[in-house]
């Protein structure tokens, strides 16, 4: 008798017409093998798949270079199904469910023909968690059979999880023709099942990561009482010894990774990683909320990387332990065969190879790398991963921290007084638009509430009213900060220095928990007092401090208008509490708004 998952795989390969099925196991071996045929076998856009790299200096590492078209999410494609389009919200691009998969089955309908049809079964989480989550993810496109690989715990303990069980979420996804007009990422929350068409790229095409971990499981959180987002993990220890959990939520491309990596720039404090880019919280037992990465790898931005902004990512890049490391649209040196990209240390190459494959001429001031290009590794390769990485229960997190890359008006910090006011500081976040996703103007500012914007399986208003739910059953819920590291002077200069100095802010942070720290109230939250910020050993004036945390009314007023247009898209799925917040905050900034 076949298993649930088996006649499943087999109706994939009904549709999709594949002429070889290859079940992974999630061996070393068998990567290896999947890398040979990538360098032999298999082509994207007329170039082999993978591309060795020089092990010397980057052990096990190899080179991807996905088609032009295809090298970043692609948000306009990407469409939640439920079967009415309110409860996907006006967040999401919605289709009838009916109607998507007609669509999408025709376009799976023997589109592995003469290939092969890779076969995942993984888990989202470790195996012992009880907020783990088995899947399956069929593919025909040996990168993401790698890639898969490095992202999730791939092979034997998720077929014997999923065992005879119907309990496991499913994907279908192919490289098509790698035709745009022909991309789409379709969700189906209600059977849990995505279906993912024409792109190879990382968040379109690795279905366990924004795909799973967020969309689908966003909306599995809200029915089952957790929640699903996209956050950092970290463990800060001071120099006692104690270690505080951290999460924290920027929107893509604005420093997660280097955050959860981050090397201390103050004596004494040590930084643990528990996860990059994704956090799954449940309220645990004691009514506290415990935080898992549902992941096992980093899909990070490689430009900006270097020993001096990320020197732990650096050294998990060069480690080679867990086998292999993967470099997707970077530029290449011709004379060292060595992965390169802007910002990284050492001398820019004399020759290279650019993203689009073709000879790169740094005269001409185009990027060698793409701005959005990847790297691909083990979690298990970082120097600093927290031991806690593993424990079945997660981590308990004592501070949540919102933030977003903005130019002006934000703070570099600000602390919350309440989980309602903090959970509004969330909803009402705005960050410029980065490389990450295709099709948007790079540097305009959009809402982007909890960095949750392109990544929301639901009606966004509903998922508001879903963080004040959790809320009420946290008896030691975390405090609420927002940050921006990202405040820029009138040269157009970061003020703020960032990377390795971002442990001063959250030093305060943990001071605020532990009752330490000074801080004023202010309009828009409690902030620190100059003498309450350690800057020791810092060079920064006085009056930057300050502008780093000035507020303008003026420039408010519009911020406002922002907000208020933005919360009323969703009606009365807006939870009364958050227009509560967001009248206060008017209030005590002295500006007028119309929502009463
Ligand atoms: P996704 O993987 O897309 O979700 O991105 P992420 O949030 O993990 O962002 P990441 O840490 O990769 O950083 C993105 C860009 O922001 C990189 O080019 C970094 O160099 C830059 N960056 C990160 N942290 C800081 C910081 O503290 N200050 C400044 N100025 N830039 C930063
Ligand atoms: C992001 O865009 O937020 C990423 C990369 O982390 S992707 O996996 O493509 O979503
Ligand atoms: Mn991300």
């Known amino acids: 008798m076949a298993t649930p998952l088996e006649k499943w795989v087999d109706e994939q390969a009904k549709l999709t017409k594949p002429s070889k099925i290859y079940w992974c196991d999630g061996s070393e071996e068998e990567a290896r093998k999947l890398i040979e045929i990538g360098i032999k076998e298999e082509t994207i856009n007329g170039h082999p798949v993978f591309q060795k790299l020089n092990d010397k200096n980057w052990p096990n590492a190899y080179y991807h270079q996905s088609h032009p078209n295809d090298v970043a999410r692609t948000e ?20 009838d469910p009916k109607e998507a998969k007609t669509k999408m089955t025709a376009l799976f309908d023997g589109c592995m023909k003469g290939r092969t049809m890779y076969v995942m079964p993984y888990m989202m989480g470790h195996p012992n968690s009880p907020y783990a989550k088995a899947c399956v993810q069929v593919t025909d496109n040996c990168y993401v059979a790698v890639s898969m690989r490095i992202m999730t715990r791939l092979g034997k303990v998720a077929l014997d999880r999923i065992g005879n069980t119907e309990n496991f979420v499913r994907g279908l996804h192919s490289v098509g023709d790698l035709n745009p007009e022909r991309r789409f990422i379709m969700h189906f929350p209600q059977e849990n099942l995505v279906w993912s068409f024409g792109s190879g790229y990382g968040g379109n095409a690795l279905l366990g ?14 029915k089952e009482g957790w929640l699903a987002e996209h956050m950092l993990i970290m463990g800060i220890e001071d120099p006692k010894g104690k270690v505080t959990y951290i999460a924290a939520a920027l929107p893509s491309a604005c420093g997660k990774t280097n955050l959860a990596l981050m090397q201390s720039a103050l004596p004494g404090y040590k930084v643990w990683t528990v996860g990059d880019d994704i956090a799954w919280l449940n309220v645990g037992p004691d009514g506290r ?3 898992i990465n549902p992941e096992a790898g980093f899909f990070g931005v490689a430009p900006g990387t270097s020993s001096k902004t ?3 990512m650096v050294e998990t890049l060069k480690s080679g332990k867990f086998f292999p490391t993967l470099f997707t649209n970077t530029a290449i040196d011709n004379d060292t065969n060595e992965p390169w990209w802007e910002g990284l240390d050492g001398a820019v190459p004399k020759h290279a190879t650019d993203w689009q494959g073709l000879a790169w001429d740094a005269a001409k001031g185009t990027k060698a790398a793409h701005a959005n290009s990847r790297f691909t590794v083990s979690m298990y390769n970082c120097p600093s991963l927290s031991k806690e990485v593993d424990n079945p229960q997660g981590v308990p997190i004592s501070a949540i921290l919102f933030g977003g890359k903005r130019a002006k008006l934000i703070p570099l910090v600000a602390e919350s007084l309440s989980w309602q006011q903090g959970v509004f500081i969330g909803t009402r976040m705005g960050s410029e638009i980065t490389a990450a996703a295709s099709s948007l103007t790079v540097g305009a500012t ?24 959790v809320g009420k059953k946290l008896k030691h819920a975390p405090k609420i900060f927002s940050i ?17 100095d971002n442990i001063r802010v959250m030093k305060w942070i943990i001071d605020r928990i532990e009752g330490k720290a000074g801080a004023k109230e202010t309009a828009i939250g409690i902030i620190p007092e100059a003498k309450d910020l350690d ?6 004036p006085q009056s930057k401090i300050e502008q780093l945390f000035s507020v303008n009314p003026a420039e408010w007023t519009g911020e406002l208008e922002e907000i208020e247009k933005y919360l009323t898209q969703f009606g009365s799925h807006t939870p009364e509490a958050i227009w509560q917040e967001y009248r206060s905050l008017a209030e005590k900034l002295g500006v007028t708004v119309a929502k009463k």
């Open 76 to 95: 306009q494609l990407t469409f939640v199904c439920h079967p009415d389009r309110e409860t996907a919200g006006p967040n999401n691009n919605w289709m």
């Open 446 to 469: 959009r809402r982007d509430p909890m960095a949750m914007l392109p990544f929301c399986g639901y009606n966004m208003g509903d998922y508001f009213g879903h963080w004040l739910n």
């Open 289 to 291: 909320l415990y935080a």
């Open 484 to 500: 921006n590291w990202f405040r820029t002077d009138e040269n157009g200069k970061f003020i703020w220095p960032g990377f390795g």
């Open 209 to 222: 990561k924004k795909c799973f971990a967020l969309r689908i499981a966003s909306c599995l959180g809200q």
């Open 535 to 540: 800057l020791s050993g810092l060079n920064i």
């Open 310 to 312: 990320n020197p732990k």
